[in-house]
């Protein structure tokens, strides 16, 4: 019966102490072992009762995990838009986690340092800038994605709203400063957008067509950059407006 009850049951029963008595199957067993503790799998409410507790404990344990992963991405995705309206340096741990409805305290258990934050938040940034490309791309026959994605980059409402929009217009002239993880991310970015742009263009898969797509996305960013630093609408707008009229393709 000693055996029996110190089979790998542990996480399923409940623990007997030195001197106490269990009944499982109406017959007692004590245990006299100093410092041991007799675990038995039907203790009191036999083994049906000790399986609901696993699967009991183990849903516990699921649902904290999901819990912590569900808080993870919400700072992530705060600090996503942060870094994109404040830039790197303007953007502190406490705020973070105050705009994520966290204590400061609670930073570390999802975060090893302020840097592992920033990469993850860029590399949200740039995927979700990504994604709304892809959208735009899809979202029209193949071929002829250019002009919409100009059109949705350099417009007003992009200009207007940095926190949601591309990262590299937001942040480009402070990456170059940042920790290894945030520009590995942000160069991995540039790389696929290139590849993207170059897809529409007929010649895809030749040098001219990576070249274009090289000078168009250097242009749609510097032209963003721009129209969001100066104090005058309208140079504002024509900056978005030149930009978009020369870089779209004849007759579109």
């Not at 895809?204 to 005058?232: F, K, P, Y």
Request: proline fraction near 5%; charged fraction near 20%; include cysteine.
């Amino acid at each position: 019966m000693l055996q029996e009850a110190l089979e790998p049951q542990r996480s399923r029963a409940f623990l007997l102490c030195i001197g106490s008595s269990i009944k499982p199957g109406g017959k007692t067993v004590r245990n006299s072992t100093p410092g041991l503790f007799i675990v038995h799998p039907c203790v009191r409410h036999g083994h049906k009762k000790c399986r609901m507790m696993t699967i009991m404990r183990k849903s516990s344990t699921t649902a904290r995990a999901a819990a912590k992963e569900a808080t993870h991405e919400r700072i992530v995705a705060v600090a996503a838009r942060a870094i994109r309206r404040s830039g790197y340096d303007g953007t502190g741990v406490a705020d973070i986690m105050k705009e994520a409805g966290l204590t400061h305290g609670a930073f570390y258990a999802h975060f090893e340092s302020r840097e592992a934050m920033l990469a993850e938040a860029a590399a949200r940034a740039c995927a979700e800038s990504a994604a709304a490309a892809a959208d735009v791309a899809a979202s029209v026959p193949a071929g002829s994605a250019l002009a919409p994605m100009l059109g949705a980059y350099l417009s007003r409402a992009h200009a207007a709203n940095p926190e949601l929009g591309c990262p590299l217009a937001a942040l480009g002239s402070e990456t170059s400063r940042q920790a290894p993880e945030v520009r590995r991310v942000t160069t991995q970015h540039i790389k696929e957008t290139v590849d993207l742009l170059a897809r529409q263009s007929p010649d895809w898969g030749q040098s001219a067509a990576h070249e274009r797509a090289l000078v168009t996305i250097s242009a749609m960013v510097g032209a963003l950059l721009l129209a969001r630093a100066v104090d005058d609408p309208k140079l504002s707008d024509d900056l978005l407006d030149t930009a978009r009229r020369y870089l779209t393709p004849a007759g579109h």
